[in-house]
């Protein structure tokens, strides 16, 4: 326990030592490190312990005595987040909760379950299956569905089903000073007393920790298709994205990779039959009559705005493969430059304004003489780039930023968000204010201040300590 020593003052060791959790707790400096950062270029920070919590009763006795002490508390799942949320930037105790990964009930009747926050997205669907049921919300990366909570995560599938916000029904959470909460319900209305539910969910570990959460589930689709529609131009590309969300087409997902991004795929999951242009992969969920519907009415569409190409298949190995190279998108851009580091940005616009946000990045990009590839889950008016830094530019790292600043104001004056689906963390905090303005973010610190009076919670991440 020595080395924990460095940063824990001994009445805390003392009080870790009579908690038992034996080697759930570890100040190991290789896990220290893994616990550090998540995928973001945040400067990396120790925690001084790490604790893996394996029961809510773990995460109560550890915030019990992290309040008591007043012990900073860095929730931490998969470690998979771009903003810097998981950096527990005043070290204390990194609260791992990546080993609580039991799904506790299931209610096929009334489509909901009930999991631990340690569950990934694929391993609850490859549970479900034999049930005819699935949970949607599709970040494209291997992470928690808890830290999707904290981080009001979305994805792919959103355009139709939502994002996560709209599929939980309720939380188990434990507070800063260890008492626990329920929230929500099985029922799909309530009108009584404040939505606590919607408060914890996009709180980023700032409030509580979240032990268990209900989610709403839905049937798999009797029938799906893939369709990938590829352009001469980014115009014309935005243009029918626009037109099918217009007409009302429940596309289940509409994906949109620039020039850039498509060369990248292409090279990183072997795709020879695409062209480095402009491209949409769209996805279409229903009967096989609707199905085939609806991906003749794009079809039609795309063909209107001049689309170069258009071809879509029904077998299930022809659709992994390309949501498996539309998932890679990110890891096939840093592929482009060999040792480079990404920021992603995570600009969301109304619809309407799409075109204009998209096309003006790409001046921006160009602008910066940057290399930029940009994807975006453009159904519901969000988009990325991935802005890589190249390792052999001293000055990229600081270009690549002010980049990003470029391309959030942009989207926030055609009333967009900074952050979509990522979140704030460290990284988009600059912009809450210019968002929401001071008296909300003075709201917001208020909600923080009553249910986390000692700051134990996360510190750092949202605002500014």
């Known amino acids: 326990m020595n080395e924990m020593s460095i940063g824990l003052p001994d009445v805390v060791l003392q009080g870790f030592d009579a908690l038992g959790l034996g080697d759930r707790l570890t100040v190991n400096a290789a896990i220290r490190e893994q616990h550090s950062h998540g995928e973001d270029t945040t400067t990396p920070v120790m925690p001084d312990a790490v604790v893996f919590a ?7 006795r550890t915030l019990t005595l992290c309040h008591q002490h007043g012990i900073a508390v860095t929730p931490f799942g998969a470690g998979t987040s771009l903003e810097g949320h998981v950096t527990p930037v005043r070290r204390g105790v990194s609260l791992d909760v990546s080993k609580m990964a039991a799904i506790l009930e299931v209610n096929a009747e009334d489509m909901d379950c009930v999991i ?27 992470c928690t569905i808890g830290g999707m909570c904290a981080t009001r995560a979305s994805g792919t599938n959103a355009v139709r089903y939502g994002t996560i916000r709209e599929n939980v029904l309720g939380l188990e959470v434990v507070l800063a000073d260890g008492r626990v909460i329920q929230t929500g319900g099985r029922t799909r209305k309530a009108a009584n007393g404040y939505d606590l539910t919607r408060l914890f969910i996009g709180s980023e570990g700032t409030l509580g920790v979240i032990t268990r959460i209900r989610l709403r589930l839905h049937g798999i689709p009797e029938a799906q298709s893939a369709a990938v529609c590829q352009f001469e131009s ?16 429940p596309v289940a997902r509409i994906e949109l990779l620039d020039e850039v991004q498509m060369g990248a795929c292409i090279a990183f999951s072997k795709l020879p039959d695409m062209q480095p242009i402009p491209t949409l992969f769209l996805e279409f969920d ?33 659709r992994n493969r390309l949501w498996k190279a539309r998932h890679d998108a ?18 969301c616009v109304p619809i309407s304004r799409l075109a204009e946000a998209l096309l003006g990045a790409k001046e921006d990009i160009a602008a910066s003489g940057l290399l930029a590839p940009m994807v975006g889950h453009v159904g519901d008016g969000n988009f990325h780039t991935v802005i890589l830094v190249p390792p052999d530019q001293p000055d990229a790292l600081e270009r690549a930023w002010a980049l990003d600043k470029k391309i959030v104001a942009r989207g926030l004056a055609l009333g967009g968000t900074c952050s979509g689906e990522h979140g704030i963390g460290l990284g988009k905090r600059e912009f809450l204010e210019t968002e929401h303005g001071a008296e909300a973010l003075a709201v917001m610190r208020s909600l923080k201040t009553a249910l986390d009076p000692k700051g134990i919670m996360n510190p750092g991440k949202i605002f500014r300590n």
């Open 286 to 318: 229903g009967t096989p009559a609707s199905v085939r519907e609806q991906a003749e009415q794009v079809e039609a569409i795309a063909r209107d705005f001049g689309a170069a190409s258009f071809a879509w298949a029904t077998d299930a190995e022809a």
């Open 234 to 249: 980014l115009a014309a590309c935005v243009e029918t994205v626009i037109a099918v969300m217009q007409v009302g087409i």
């Open 116 to 142: 631990e926050p340690g569950v990934t997205r694929q391993q609850l669907n490859e549970y479900l299956r034999d049930q005819g049921l699935f949970f949607p919300v599709d970040p494209g990366s291997h």
């Open 54 to 60: 394996e029961t809510t009763d773990d995460v109560v």
């Open 330 to 347: 990110y890891w096939a851009g840093i592929a482009m430059v060999p040792g480079s580091r990404g920021i992603a940005t995570d600009v």
